[in-house]
């Protein structure tokens, strides 16, 4: 009878991994392929295919890529949380943070970066302009700069935190009802 695998703790596992161990399980996850994974790892080219075998044949190899893979969350770096902060940076940001006055914008370095982190493009254009007061022309730089949509971004934070109401949907159904001969049967 074969001896049952110990569980380990997530926090076992982390401290009992080698290095290159840890990177093969993170970079396992990634498509499945063991033989990259070991090369990530730091394995000789010659070698990746069998290490990578080898090392996944064992258990709490394989109990660590579970915790990984059940928990994309802490892997990937995103939560609910953190997308809520980002959707708040473009839901309350304002354009006249970007003006000192109406014609005049603020320099781009002088803006936090929650102010950058709401603009969705800038664009640059330089026009050349008559003067006419018989002074020729002048060249005249034009920018524009687009914010993320505020409204969209608003939707999303209401839907993340359950704050809009149910959405009614009707069904209709058309039905259609045979009836059989019962040959005799009841």
Known sequence: MAEEAKVYTRKELED???GKERVFCHEYIVDWNKARAARAAGYSED???QIGYEIF??????????FIKNDLEIESGISKLR????????????IAHLHDTWIKLVDFEELTDIQKEAIEST???TNTINLGDGNGTKEVEFIKVKLYPKITAIQEINKMMGYNAPEKKEVEM?????????????
């Open 16 to 18: 009992k991994l080698t």
């Open 47 to 49: 070698t990746a295919r």
């Open 57 to 66: 044949t064992k258990p709490y190899i394989q109990q660590y890529v579970d």
């Open 83 to 94: 997308n809520l902060k980002e959707l708040a940076k473009i839901a309350y940001s304002s």
């Open 123 to 125: 664009e640059t254009k």
């Open 174 to 186: 058309d039905t259609q009802v045979i009836i059989l001969p019962s040959n005799g049967r009841d």
